[in-house]
């Protein structure tokens, strides 16, 4: 593995550790579900569904995107109905964590992206990020 591919892991990795200790969430794998990922809250805790077809190399947008949702309290009762200033501040804050550590060049054009079309965001992600999240799994479920 080259340096800046295990530091950009390792960045990831104690993201996620703080960002769990904080919002206390756990995350799961499923399948035949109709988005990349959503989240539940029950009692105190969250409950993030990850889409067994969700490609790694978003991953970690996707989990963080949902931790936006928690961090703004913007959790979709009824999740037909799409809000572009709730999604989109989710993707922000998804996004502004995600600048820093994969050092993407087209920060601009991420943002523009970012408030403009999620589709366009994801495929991006998809296409440029060659930090593949599926490492995260390993993480995510142990401290369950
Ligand atoms: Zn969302």
Known sequence: MNKSLYWKKNKLISTFAKLQKKYKYKVEKVSGMNANACV??????????????????????VVLHEIGHIKFRTLNEKPQKYSYFKETSANLYAV???????????????????????????????????????FLYEQFTKNE
Do not use: R
């Open 40 to 61: 539940i809250k029950y009692d105190n805790e969250y409950l993030i569904l990850i889409n067994n077809t969700t490609p790694n190399s978003i991953i970690p947008l």
């Open 96 to 134: 502004s964590k995600l600048l820093y550590i994969f050092k993407f060049k087209q920060k601009i054009k991420i943002l523009y992206l970012t408030i403009t079309s999620e589709k366009e965001l994801y495929k991006y992600f998809k296409k440029n990020n060659t930090v593949k999240g599926d």
